[in-house]
């Protein structure tokens, strides 16, 4: 029996419902599972508490797939948990929003480690634990299934496979990309997504809504729009009738594909100016040129993925939004986020009074940000709540 017995009170995360064994609770592993084989997970009394997936290298020891003794975990089980994915999702987003959305949102929709986000007739997947990668082609065949889909498109090449000793991998699965390339609708928009070499699945799904909340506010503002990958708040900025919007990346390629998605949608091209660089260094030589605008977007890359890189993450923050805010003219508007898991929205909030306080402006709360409703947050998995962002008006 392949089982992981747990040290005396150890079990009381899992009877909370958090899907995560870490190694530090393990007191013993029999039956010699390998990497991705299902265990039962019992308390040290031996009582049954959880299926999950075992990975032997990961602190994350164990990832569970269900809560129930009575289940048995096989391409059916998974097959089902996918469908129930697909299904929550249904009523919640409306038909505007578009042709792509996150189908499956890992520990949060009951499937650790498993990613899938629509483009269209694509369907990027990404299996980010070794349970996951145990079931690769019961998956894959599952959602070209369910999804009627015409690609699906493996990209299990982030980061924290390695954390799971496993290698990277990306490529296709079934059918073939589209060879006109692969283009997508969000709320009015279209962008040419690259699922094969973009970041994370190809595009950031997460920002959908507040894309175009911040579209709303951009009419008639200079807006700075700082690391802008594909483009998304600047198409939005500038269909929502902005003056201006400076774009900023350090991506050539991002920045080579947001200038084509402007010209996809007939948008005003010589409201858009492009910029290649470092935001860290680039605020500061806006700040020395004097520029200021009414409508800056701070949305950089994870700065903390977990909590043990919270303090120098902290520091990032703080910097570029110090800056921001001495970019600002009174009366303009910030809207900056973190996706960092280990920076909790209080923090963050923190971090922004702290910047505030040193450019010296004040400042109010006008809005809050969260992830589009295709990425829920299991109550029992905070660590899914990792998309925050505040919208502050600079008095
Ligand atoms: N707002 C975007 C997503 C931003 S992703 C959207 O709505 O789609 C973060 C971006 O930051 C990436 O494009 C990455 O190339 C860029 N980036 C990372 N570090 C950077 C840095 N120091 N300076 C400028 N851009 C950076």
New binding site residues.
């Given amino acids: 029996m392949k089982q992981m017995i747990l040290k005396p009170g150890r079990e009381k995360s899992l009877l909370r419902r958090h899907p995560w064994v870490f190694s530090g609770a393990v007191a013993r592993v029999d039956g010699n599972p390998e990497t991705g084989d299902t265990v039962a997970v019992r308390a040290a009394d031996g009582r049954f508490l959880a299926w999950a997936a075992y990975s032997p290298v990961s602190q994350i020891r164990a990832r569970v797939w269900s809560w129930d003794e009575t289940d048995r975990i096989d391409g059916e089980f998974l097959r089902l948990r996918l469908g129930r994915a697909f299904d929550a999702r249904e009523g919640l987003i409306s038909s505007v929003a578009g042709s792509a959305m996150r189908l499956v949102h890992g520990e949060s929709d009951g499937l650790p480690g498993v990613i899938a986000d629509r483009y269209g007739e694509v369907v990027v997947l990404q299996l980010l634990s070794a349970g996951a990668e145990r079931w690769r082609t019961e998956l894959a065949e599952a959602v070209r299934e369910l999804t009627g889909c015409t690609c699906v498109f493996e990209r299990s090449d982030a980061d924290v496979r390695e954390l799971e000793g496993l290698p990277a991998k990306s490529g296709v699965l079934h059918g073939a990309l589209p060879a006109e390339g692969v283009q997508i609708r969000e709320h009015g928009l279209l962008y040419g997504v690259d699922v094969a070499g973009g970041?994370k699945t190809g595009?950031?799904l997460d920002?959908r809504d507040?894309?175009r909340r911040v579209g709303e506010l951009a009419r008639e503002r200079e807006v700075l729009?700082?690391?802008?990958?594909?483009?998304?708040?600047t198409l939005n900025a500038l269909a929502g009738g902005a003056k201006s919007v400076l774009s900023?990346?350090?991506?050539a390629g991002?920045l080579a594909r947001a200038q084509d998605n402007v010209a996809r949608n007939d948008l005003d091209a010589a409201r858009a100016e492009w910029q290649e660089?470092?935001?860290?260094?680039?605020l500061r030589t806006l700040r020395d040129q004097g520029r200021s605008f009414d409508l800056v977007?701070l949305?950089?890359?994870k700065f903390a993925p977990t909590a043990a890189f919270a303090e120098k993450a902290s520091r990032g923050y703080k910097d570029i939004n110090l800056l921001a805010f001495k970019l600002l003219r009174p009366g303009g508007l910030l809207a900056s986020?973190s996706c960092s898991g280990g920076i909790p929205a209080e923090l963050f909030q923190k971090i922004l009074a702290g910047a505030a306080l040193d450019a010296g402006v004040d400042a109010s709360i006008v809005g809050h940000f969260a992830a589009s409703a295709d990425h829920p947050v299991l109550l029992s998995f905070p660590e899914g709540d990792y998309l925050k962002g505040l919208l502050i008006r600079r008095t």
């Fill in positions: 970041h595009f950031y920002q507040n894309r729009n700082c690391f802008c990958y594909t483009g998304g708040f900023v990346d350090s991506s991002a660089a470092d935001v860290f260094k680039y977007v949305d950089p890359p986020f």
